[in-house]
Every structure is written in structure tokens, then in C-alpha cells.
């Protein structure tokens, strides 16, 4: 169920000193100023500066200007989200901003590091999210969406709003008079993001009216869903590994069923070497597995930047460009 702003401020519970991540947008600058107001004293700004556009140094002066307004500290740090070949603009640029958080969170000279983290999504992002995962095919951790918490290198992670829809917010900071700066590429529909708000969410508003709340429980199915499939994962995986490397075995896999066996595979590359194969991969790897009858056959598949690779009677991932081969 769709929450008030004050609702969803009233259950959010970090540790302090918190750290609030600070575009300039409307969503961000409510959410700013939502917790500066809430433990004065205690909370800290954080704005990336991607460089990718002429507005970033209007962004970069609105934070400045805000953050004097309320009194508090903010922090800015540049990056450059240079996308690789195969992956998306949009994906290295968030890669970069959650990377450049990190950084910005720990102790800045007699600044303190900070343990917790907010951002500003909120539910009409999280069904944009949902949307998109079921327009590639994802599967159960796609369809799960945006978690409401989730740890990362060390330090937590909440998008407190995540269940306030995006007009609230801005009626919200309307009625408080709190400037913001609207993104130019927020309205520019060659960007499937703002294709879906524009064209679709309106579309859904005037037939399901109850579609935030609707799709919000089906994500959180989908996360529960893809929970249970997590821990039968781990528990497959040591099941599969060779105790001395670590490394899973072919013969153990083999004697899992396609499905099982699948769940697995994904959970060993995902939380060995941070890959995640596609499903074409995923599909020709198992039939690479199944094939290997005899010592010779030979299973090398592209997963990432790397490789999947046959040694012997074990498999195991590699990246040419980092490990020695």
C-alpha cells in the first residue's frame, strides 16, 4: 500500500550519521530536507557529479545552495561512468554513482564516516523498474524490482520513500515552496524510462488506479520467491564444490535436475565473480555440461567479461583481461 511522505519518514529508521543522496531533483531535495528536519545536525550530503551534460553544473550549485540553506555538510565527489563494450550507458553511470557514495561515505577529514545511506526512489521508479524487467524477460530477482534496504560494501542502503508515489512528493514540495532542478533528460522520450512515464503510467493510473500498490506486491512475491531460490542455491553449492578450490565439479552438477542445476550455476557465478550469465548463456552452458561425457570435450562460454571454462572435472570462470590463462 501506497504511503504518506510523513508515514513512510515515520518508519524509516537508520543509523546516524546518515548520509542522503543528493541530485538536485525534486526527489532527492525532499528527501534531504525530510531528514534534515528529522535529526538536525545528524545528516550529511552526498552529490555525484557524472559530467555527462551542461546541466550538472546547475545541479552541482543547487545542492550547494540547499545545503547551505538547511546547514548541512555536503560532499562531491566527480566521476567518469565510461561505459564498456556490451554494457549501457545508464548501467556504468549508476555504477559509478553507487561507487562514488561509497567513497563519499567514508570519513571525510574531521567529518565522520557515515554507516547508512538514503536515496530517493520512490514508488512510481519502482514500477518504471518492474515494468522494464518484465520487458527483457527477467526472471525472479528482475521481477523482485528495488529492495527498500540492502547492504553494499560495508555500509546500508534504504529508499525510505519507495512507497510514496512520485506526485505526492512533488505536491509535497510545492506546499513547502523547496526549489529543485528538473533533469532535461527527464522528459527527452528517446529514453525507455520516460517512454513508460509519459505513455504508460498514465495509461495504467486510468485503469488499474490501484497499480502502485498492486505491483509493489508483486515485486515483494518475486523477492521472496528469489530468497528461497538463493538459500537452495547455497546449499546446492556446497553440495557441488571441491573442498580443496572450491571449484564446482562437473559429475555433481550432472546429477542435478536442469532447473536446480541452473539455480545454481547462476548463484556460483553471481556470488563468486559478480557475473550473471543471460539465459541463452545459462541455456548453452547446461547443454555444454550435459554433453560432457568424455574427458575431451571442451565447454569455453562467454558470461560477462569472462569466460566459463572446462579444467579437468571441474568448471571455473576466468576474465582474460585481469587473470593470467
Same mark, same amino acid.
Given at each position: 500500500?501506497? #504511503? @504518506?511522505? =510523513?508515514? +513512510?519518514?515515520?518508519? !524509516? ?19 534531504? %530536507? ?33 545545503? +547551505? ?5 555536503? #560532499?562531491?565527489? @566527480? ?26 561515505? /567514508? #570519513? ?12 530517493? /526512489? ?13 520487458? *527483457? ?21 534504504? #529508499?525510505?520513500?519507495? =512507497? ?25 522520450? *528517446? ?11 498514465? %495509461? ?10 498492486? !505491483? ?18 547455497? /546449499? ?15 559429475? +555433481?552438477? /550432472?546429477?542435478?535436475? *536442469? ?33 560432457? +561425457? ?8 562467454? %558470461?560477462?567479461?569472462?569466460? %566459463? =571454462? ?16
Amino acid at each position: 500500500m501506497t #504511503r @504518506s511522505l =510523513e508515514q +513512510a519518514m515515520r518508519a !524509516f529508521q537508520p543509523a546516524l550519521p546518515l548520509g542522503v543522496a543528493l541530485s538536485g531533483g525534486a526527489d532527492s531535495c525532499a528527501l534531504l %530536507v525530510l531528514c534534515a528536519r528529522r535529526w538536525p545536525g545528524q545528516v550529511h550530503a552526498l552529490h555525484i557529479n557524472h559530467g555527462l551534460q551542461a546541466a550538472a553544473v546547475t545541479f552541482q550549485q543547487h545542492c550547494q545552495r540547499l545545503c +547551505a540553506e538547511l546547514n548541512v555538510p555536503l #560532499r562531491v565527489r @566527480s566521476v567518469q561512468a565510461v561505459h564498456a563494450s556490451g554494457q549501457s550507458p545508464e548501467d556504468a553511470a549508476r555504477i559509478a554513482r553507487y561507487q562514488g557514495l561509497l567513497e563519499l561515505a /567514508q #570519513r571525510q577529514g574531521g567529518d565522520p564516516a557515515l554507516p547508512s545511506i538514503a536515496v530517493a /526512489q520512490h514508488a512510481d521508479d519502482q514500477v518504471e523498474t518492474l515494468l522494464l524487467a518484465l520487458s *527483457r524477460g527477467a526472471g525472479m530477482a528482475g521481477l523482485s524490482a528495488m529492495p527498500a534496504r540492502w547492504s553494499r560494501g560495508g555500509l546500508d542502503f534504504y #529508499r525510505p520513500l519507495l =512507497e510514496v508515489s512520485g506526485s505526492d512528493i512533488r505536491d509535497w514540495l510545492a506546499q513547502e515552496q523547496i526549489d529543485y532542478v528538473t533533469d532535461p533528460t527527464n522528459v527527452d522520450e *528517446r529514453f525507455t524510462r520516460n517512454r513508460i512515464r509519459a505513455q504508460i503510467l498514465p %495509461v495504467l493510473q486510468a485503469t488499474f488506479p490501484h497499480f502502485r500498490d498492486t !505491483f509493489a506486491r508483486s515485486a515483494a512475491h518475486a523477492a521472496q520467491a528469489q530468497a528461497l531460490l538463493d538459500e537452495m542455491a547455497a /546449499q546446492d553449492l556446497l553440495g557441488v564444490r571441491r573442498e580443496r578450490d572450491g571449484l564446482p565439479t562437473l559429475a +555433481a552438477l /550432472q546429477s542435478l535436475g *536442469r532447473p536446480r542445476q541452473g539455480n545454481v550455476l547462476r548463484f556460483w557465478l553471481k556470488s563468486d565473480f559478480g557475473v550473471v550469465p543471460s539465459t541463452a548463456q545459462l541455456r548453452e552452458l547446461q547443454d555444454q555440461i550435459a554433453a560432457c +561425457a568424455t574427458r575431451g570435450h571442451r565447454i569455453h562460454i562467454k %558470461v560477462g567479461s569472462g569466460y %566459463v =571454462e572446462r579444467r579437468g572435472a571441474l568448471l571455473t570462470w576466468y576474465n582474460p583481461t585481469v587473470l593470467p590463462h
